[in-house]
């Protein structure tokens, strides 16, 4: 049981959830294992109870604990039913609840026989897949739940920013920790690189050897739990090799923010020797790879995004991207050391936007691509994502597809290093930092 003392606030997630509470729909609240789902509802009854509801009028189960092994959804009605207080609206809370057989046939029963207000949790996206659509059609609403962003990091580390002003009479930001020593910024988001987002990591501190031990049991509970054991829930066998598994995973983690054929990454994998295990075997299809990704994907380990043609108006169905959920668990993989550091920005940036409410796809124009365009209601942003902007040669080379298009939407180059301009040609260019903390 979470100790509701030590709990810290995420009010991006919270409020979310807090603007359904007493409607119909089922708040359904996902994302990977362990960034911080079960705190969030932990969360909501905290609130709850400030609010006056009684201890009484709140259930709470969580089935991952030993009590509920073996529940099926008959006995989870039960269990609920008896549970009820009669004539007294309910707060019925289910952590993880994918690992009850049919449970969707329950909660729907509880919307129909019970005044309650339903909230539950899952690590795989099968929960939310057709099937359990049917049930709910219209009358659930999903909370995607990520890692921590980096202003998050700070506070869950227990450091806050400090401003004073710098010699030449700007803002200089430091952190500084609960015992009053002052650290840079940048070393703050240096460890943020390396260690991740993972709520958990606050807990060990940032110590390299306690968060291996940590990541690797993120890793391999979701490879062992969300992905192989829901194939047995689905009573299908289509993700049969862990080894394959294992290595599309390492392989995606390499290449996050390049561009990237399904199709041909079983050919890469064999041509490369990475499949070879002292027996000989052929390539995995074309389908078996993308079953295996999508796996990985409903596991919220890995996101896609899709290329956008802005001059055609279209989505493309060539080349995607992806990019992995934390960046502690891909150093975790592939070791800590720097490596590749400009697609890891690519890869901080694009969560924070999806954080930030926007639906992201990549953007090509003529030749040339965007790394990002963020869109939200009538709000669009087009965001380069570069180390630096230093030097010409690599300012013609960020600022170009920029230039190329033509409308009035605000366009940013994010970068460690913007150089002393604010704007080229009305394009701003931006300290990544300062913007990840903005918000």
């Not at 905290?46 to 006995?75: P, R, T, V, W």
């Not at 952590?95 to 539950?120: G, H, K, L, M, T």
């Not at 049969?240 to 599309?248: A, F, H, N």
Request: proline share 2%; charged share 30%; net charge negative.
């Amino acid at each position: 049981m979470i100790d509701t003392h030590k709990l810290k606030k995420r009010d991006l997630y919270l409020n979310k959830i807090i603007a359904f509470q007493d409607t119909e729909p089922v708040k359904v609240v996902t994302g990977i294992r362990r960034c911080g789902k079960s705190s969030l509802l932990k969360l909501m009854v905290c609130h709850l109870k400030e609010e006056g509801i009684f201890d009484e009028q709140i259930l709470e189960m969580n089935f991952e604990s030993y009590a509920f092994k073996n529940m099926d959804s008959d006995s989870l009605y039960e269990y609920v039913r008896q549970h009820i207080v009669p004539d007294k609206r309910m707060y019925l809370f289910f952590d993880e609840v994918q690992r009850v057989p049919d449970w969707e046939d329950a909660v729907n029963s509880f919307r129909v026989d019970f005044n309650c207000d339903i909230y539950v949790t899952g690590s795989n996206a099968y929960m939310l897949s057709s099937e359990y659509a049917t049930y709910l059609s219209g009358r659930c609403v999903e909370i995607k739940i990520l890692p921590l962003s980096f202003s998050e990091f700070i506070t869950f580390h227990d450091f806050e920013i400090i401003e004073t002003k710098s010699a030449l009479g700007g803002i200089r930001r430091q952190v500084l920790n609960r015992n009053g020593e002052q650290y840079e910024l940048r070393e703050m988001f240096d460890a943020y690189m390396r260690f991740g987002g993972m709520p958990g990591i606050a807990d060990v501190g940032l110590d390299q050897e306690k968060a291996l031990m940590l990541l690797e049991g993120i890793y391999s509970t979701v490879i062992m739990r969300d992905i192989l054991e829901r194939e047995n829930l689905r009573g299908q066998k289509k993700i049969t090799d862990p080894v394959l598994l294992k290595k599309i995973v390492m392989f995606l983690a390499d290449n996050i923010g390049s561009n990237i054929s399904v199709s041909s990454i079983g050919n890469i994998l064999v041509n490369e020797g990475l499949l070879e295990d002292g027996r000989k075997k052929g390539v995995p299809s074309a389908h078996t790879v993308q079953t295996y990704v999508n796996a990985l994907m409903e596991a919220y380990f890995f996101y896609d995004i899709k290329r956008f043609d802005i001059k055609g108006k279209e989505f493309l169905r060539t080349l995607g991207k992806y990019y992995i959920v934390d960046m502690g668990l891909r150093n975790y993989l592939l070791g800590f050391r720097n490596r590749d550091s400009g697609h890891a920005l690519e890869n901080i940036v694009y969560f924070e936007l999806i954080r930030r409410g926007y639906d992201v796809s990549i953007g090509k124009v003529d030749n040339l691509e965007v790394d990002f365009i963020a869109t939200k209601a009538d709000d669009k942003i087009y965001i380069q994502v570069t180390e630096t902007m230093e030097g010409e040669d690599v300012r013609k080379r960020e600022l170009a597809p920029l230039q190329k298009i033509n409308d009035n939407y605000e366009k940013i180059v994010l970068s460690m290093n913007k150089g002393m301009d604010s704007s080229y040609d009305g394009i701003k260019s931006v300290d990544l930092i300062d913007w990840l903390i903005a918000y």
